[in-house]
């Protein structure tokens, strides 16, 4: 073990801290202790100096992992594997002949009226696994106890558990982003963000600088989140249609059906930088936070990922090839809302399969997970953005 002297060290620091010197370069690297990948052998103790030092507590790194991508698991099921959906059109209305009855003519009432119905089919499936080898006696030579050694074992289950999380969160998130491509596509096509605002994908800074902020100095997507006054404006607009959506319609999804998401079947996603935006800029200045605050919703950091460093651009922004083919490369997404029925993980099977090697003594063990992935075209789902 190497033992230093810092009583000099430790004088210029007091020195530092009462005010009765300057500030200086300090050297930290013979205080502070980063350690090594290999345990240096010969280390020995500081007495006689011939004995080997020993370890003397071992900290296995086992912090269980949650994840933090939005809940859209849905149902599974053992047999069969296809997901079938099927929907009825609204039938049309007709002349209600009660009330204009004629001498004479004839009222049929056999007539057949076929009602208008449709289905799609859900059959893809995606999967993958995480192998791993697992010893025992091998490995005991390393540890002081069967205790630490079940609780290597166990750091090595909850490694590859992460990494399962890990794993499932992204394909989560992908299949929103999935829904949010093809939005995006069958709203603008070509033509680019900032060119206007529809229904399903609403640039929010375009209606705030042709609408209220009209013949100001137009905002920009980089300043409007500091802005409380387009954040409120955004909150208004999201509430709005978070209310709309609750009314039939066939504006709110690409496939034009009729449709309706009431309350209790809204799911929210929003970027965390938007949502602690209107949290600081809106609730810190009013007392009425019930009329400002943001409908209840899941937070995500980023849509696809961080980027090198959360930068908004990198945060906000989508590039993929959409499930039609389509590529998508799109920034500035601050929240999407959308029907629980619109996407999901249907029939997720996490399961383990091992295998134990005699001639090696060691253990094989898979780690699988299945499940379909699937974005229905027909159900509400809206897009908002700053572009």
Same mark, same amino acid.
């Given at each position: 073990?190497?033992?230093?002297?810092?009583?000099?060290i430790?004088?210029?620091?007091?020195?530092?801290?009462?005010?009765?010197?300057?500030?200086?370069?300090?050297?930290?690297?013979?205080?502070?202790?980063?350690?090594?990948?290999?345990?240096?052998?010969?280390?020995?103790?500081?007495?006689?100096?011939?004995?080997?030092?020993?370890?003397g507590?071992?900290?296995?790194?086992?912090?269980?992992? +949650?994840?933090?991508?939005?809940?859209?698991?849905?149902?599974?099921?053992?047999?069969?594997?296809?997901?079938?959906?099927?929907?009825?059109?609204?039938?049309?209305?007709?002349?209600?002949?009660s009330?204009?009855?004629?001498?004479?003519?004839?009222y049929?009432?056999?007539?057949?009226?076929?009602p208008?119905?449709?289905?799609?089919f859900?059959?893809?499936?995606?999967?993958?696994e995480?192998?791993?080898?697992?010893?025992?006696?091998?490995v005991?030579?390393?540890?002081?106890?069967?205790?630490?050694?079940?609780?290597?074992?166990?750091?090595?289950?909850?490694?590859?558990?992460?990494?399962?999380?890990?794993?499932?969160?992204?394909?989560?998130m992908?299949?929103?982003?999935?829904?949010?491509?093809?939005t995006?596509?069958?709203?603008?096509?070509?033509?680019?963000?900032?060119?206007?605002?529809t229904?399903k994908?609403?640039?929010?800074?375009?209606?705030?600088?042709?609408?209220?902020?009209?013949?100001?100095?137009?905002?920009?997507?980089?300043?409007?989140?500091?802005?409380?006054?387009?954040?409120?404006?955004?909150?208004?607009?999201?509430?709005?249609?978070?209310?709309?959506?609750?009314?039939?319609?066939?504006?709110?999804?690409?496939?034009?059906?009729?449709?309706?998401?009431?309350?209790?079947?809204?799911?929210?996603?929003?970027?965390?930088?938007f949502?602690?935006?209107?949290?600081?800029?809106?609730?810190?200045?009013?007392?009425?936070?019930?009329?400002?605050?943001?409908?209840?919703?899941?937070?995500?950091?980023?849509?696809?990922?961080?980027?090198?460093?959360?930068?908004?651009?990198?945060?906000?922004?989508?590039?993929?090839?959409?499930?039609?083919?389509?590529?998508?490369?799109?920034?500035?997404?601050?929240?999407?809302?959308?029907?629980?029925?619109?996407?999901?993980?249907?029939?997720?099977?996490?399961?383990?399969?091992?295998?134990?090697?005699?001639? +090696?003594?060691?253990?094989?063990?898979?780690?699988?997970?299945? +499940?379909?992935?699937?974005?229905d075209?027909?159900?509400?789902?809206?897009?908002?953005?700053?572009?």
């Amino acid at each position: 073990m190497l033992v230093t002297q810092i009583a000099e060290i430790m004088n210029g620091v007091t020195s530092e801290i009462l005010g009765e010197g300057a500030v200086v370069n300090e050297d930290l690297s013979n205080i502070i202790d980063i350690g090594n990948q290999i345990f240096d052998a010969t280390s020995i103790d500081n007495y006689v100096r011939s004995l080997v030092d020993k370890v003397g507590r071992v900290v296995f790194v086992s912090r269980p992992y +949650a994840g933090g991508a939005p809940s859209v698991l849905r149902d599974s099921w053992e047999f069969g594997c296809v997901l079938q959906k099927i929907s009825a059109d609204l039938p049309d209305a007709t002349e209600n002949e009660s009330w204009d009855l004629r001498d004479g003519e004839s009222y049929d009432p056999n007539i057949f009226y076929k009602p208008s119905v449709s289905a799609k089919f859900f059959s893809k499936r995606v999967t993958f696994e995480v192998p791993m080898s697992f010893t025992e006696l091998q490995v005991k030579s390393a540890f002081n106890s069967a205790s630490e050694l079940n609780s290597f074992i166990s750091m090595l289950y909850n490694a590859v558990d992460k990494a399962m999380t890990v794993k499932l969160d992204a394909l989560v998130m992908r299949t929103i982003n999935a829904m949010i491509g093809e939005t995006i596509h069958a709203e603008y096509g070509s033509a680019q963000l900032a060119s206007k605002s529809t229904v399903k994908a609403v640039n929010l800074l375009y209606e705030y600088n042709n609408g209220p902020n009209a013949g100001s100095t137009p905002i920009t997507a980089g300043a409007a989140l500091t802005d409380p006054e387009f954040i409120r404006f955004a909150v208004k607009q999201m509430n709005i249609v978070r209310n709309r959506m609750a009314k039939i319609s066939t504006l709110f999804n690409i496939g034009g059906k009729d449709r309706f998401t009431p309350v209790e079947y809204m799911n929210a996603v929003m970027l965390s930088d938007f949502k602690e935006s209107a949290d600081v800029y809106l609730q810190s200045d009013t007392f009425h936070d019930e009329y400002t605050r943001l409908a209840p919703a899941d937070v995500v950091p980023y849509w696809q990922g961080s980027g090198t460093g959360y930068d908004f651009n990198s945060i906000s922004k989508i590039d993929i090839v959409t499930p039609s083919g389509d590529t998508v490369q799109a920034g500035g997404i601050l929240a999407v809302m959308f029907d629980r029925d619109a996407l999901g993980v249907a029939n997720l099977d996490r399961r383990t399969t091992s295998n134990y090697n005699p001639k +090696a003594e060691f253990y094989n063990n898979w780690f699988k997970m299945d +499940a379909g992935y699937y974005a229905d075209l027909n159900e509400n789902f809206v897009v908002f953005l700053i572009a």
